[in-house]
């Protein structure tokens, strides 16, 4: 249990359906991630939010779109997915440093994935 | 952003020391260097961080030289459930951009 909680764990849709990832952290932390990684590449990171504010966009296409309504959640979005879009996405969280109180370790916890396959 | 550069893969034996070795050339002052290991069809777990000379936890230690250039990650008396992929990052924190490389593939056997 490593404090974040990715639903569902796994995920098929067409690739004209709409759905959406949620992930949750119970620790505190005010950075939230979204990974994407695929059968046999390294992890690809996708977003980032700092404090609810979206601080990296790594180049994602629009299909994916993020939503960090809080510190504590984040949602990625789905819609017309493409097959090769199918991969383990990732959320992860991290404290973030700026005298919040909170050390800024760079650890990051990350939740059990969200297995998806676009058909 | 410090590129990482690591081996593919290792094999190693049950009870042996396991090293592995991460290559970062273009490191920056402010650079911390993380290692995290990476279970299939799981998130990847921190192991040790270090910022130089060497760090021990009860799980591995980090040594890192004088011109961090370069990290070893040691893993003491290895098993088989240390077979996983282990992943080297370096980066400045406070920007909380955190990319991950190809890993090392370690393999454990009997």
């Known amino acids: 249990e490593t404090g974040v909680t990715q639903t569902p764990r796994h995920l098929v849709m067409g690739m004209t359906n709409k759905k959406s990832l949620k992930c949750e952290q119970h620790l505190g932390h005010n950075a939230m991630y979204w990974y994407k990684q695929s059968a046999k590449k390294p992890l690809e990171l996708m977003f980032v939010?700092?404090?609810?504010?979206?601080?990296e966009n790594n180049s994602v296409p629009s299909r994916f779109s993020p939503e960090c309504p809080n510190s504590s959640h984040l949602f990625l979005h789905l819609h017309t997915l493409q097959p090769e879009d199918s991969a383990l996405y990732l959320c992860?969280?991290?404290?973030?440093?700026?005298?919040?109180?909170?050390?800024?370790?760079?650890?990051?916890?990350f939740g059990e994935g969200s297995r998806l396959t676009v058909l | 952003l410090a590129k990482t550069t690591q081996p593919i893969s290792m094999d190693s034996y049950e009870g042996q020391e396991v090293n592995i070795t991460c290559s970062h050339n273009?490191?920056?002052?402010?650079?911390?260097i993380t290692w995290y290991q990476q279970f299939p069809s799981q998130g990847p777990r921190f192991i040790i961080q270090g910022y130089k000379t060497k760090v021990t936890n009860e799980v591995a230690s980090l040594f890192i030289p004088a011109d961090r250039k370069s990290s070893t990650l040691s893993l003491p008396r290895v098993s088989l459930s240390d077979t996983a992929v282990y992943y080297c990052l370096v980066g400045v924190y406070n920007f909380n951009k955190f990319y991950f490389g190809s890993g090392t593939k370690l393999n454990v056997k009997p």
């Open positions: 992860a969280s991290s404290a973030v440093a700026g005298g919040l109180g909170l050390a800024d370790t760079g650890e990051l916890f």
């Open positions: 273009n490191i920056a002052t402010n650079d911390y």
């Open positions: 939010y700092n404090f609810k504010e979206q601080t």
